[in-house]
T-cell receptor
Framework: GDSVTQMEGPVTLSEEAFLTINCTYT??????LFWYVQYPGEGLQLLLK?????DKGSNKGFEATYRKETTSFHLEKGSVQVSDSAVYFC?????????????FGTGTQLKVEL | KAGVTQTPRYLIKTRGQQVTLSCSPI?????VSWYQQTPGQGLQFLFE???????NKGNFPGRFSGRQFSNSRSEMNVSTLELGDSALYLC???????????FGPGTRLTVL
């Protein structure tokens, strides 16, 4: 079945540090790829997406590139802020004849300190 | 445009009871999906509804059911609640089935 592997958290960084959160997936067909972010006590917010190979999704300084050959969609940010502290979820979206769904990784908690 | 709304935001129930959660999608969105989030199992897919029909169902027992109305609003029902049903239930809507899903704030269900 479809699955996602994300790096274990928590990831603790100092403000202005470089961030990488690794994500690899297995999925049938040709999924679209998403990163969602969850702040404490809230639902999921769409962070960025990519729909085909070599596409780069970007938003709020975060970037991720759809790497079909390595089935990866690593999240990066050049300079993190305290306000980026949250849990980040990688999720391929698979379209199948039986229905469509997002498959989520375990999430990676990011803590940014001053 | 208003986002996805879910009611109630918090619920406390006891074992054996049943519960109904409601989701109103973004205006114009026709597809609604439900997910369960727990510390142990993470985020798991429950159902997908489109045009008042269930299109996909996750690996959950029959105690979990749902429906979608003609205005695209959706409800999910859990009967005979168990302690393990305590979770954050998230609803997501999309313009059509293959489109980006936008999530609501969730309903936190506690089963005592």
């Amino acid at each position: 079945g479809d699955s996602v592997t994300q790096m274990e958290g928590p990831v603790t960084l100092s403000e202005e540090a470089f961030l990488t959160i690794n994500c690899t997936y297995t999925a049938t067909g040709y999924p679209s790829l998403f990163w969602y972010v969850q702040y404490p006590g809230e639902g999921l917010q769409l962070l960025l997406k990519a729909t085909k190979a070599d596409d780069k999704g970007s938003n709020k300084g975060f970037e991720a590139t759809y790497r079909k050959e390595t089935t990866s969609f690593h999240l990066e940010k050049g300079s993190v802020q305290v306000s980026d502290s949250a849990v980040y979820f990688c999720a391929p979206f698979v379209l199948t004849g039986g229905g469509n769904k997002l498959t989520f990784g375990t999430g990676t908690q990011l803590k940014v300190e001053l | 445009k208003a986002g996805v709304t879910q009611t109630p935001r918090y619920l406390i129930k006891t074992r054996g009871q049943q519960v109904t959660l409601s989701c109103s999608p973004i205006s114009g969105h026709r597809s609604v999906s439900w997910y369960q989030q727990t510390p142990g199992q993470g985020l798991q897919f429950l159902f997908e509804y489109f045009s008042e029909t269930q299109r996909n169902k996750g690996n959950f027992p029959g105690r979990f059911s749902g429906r979608q109305f003609s205005n695209s609003r959706s409800e999910m029902n859990v009967s005979t609640l168990e302690l393990g049903d305590s979770a954050l239930y998230l609803c997501a809507s999309s313009l059509y089935r293959a489109d980006t899903q936008y999530f609501g704030p969730g309903t936190r269900l506690t089963v005592l």
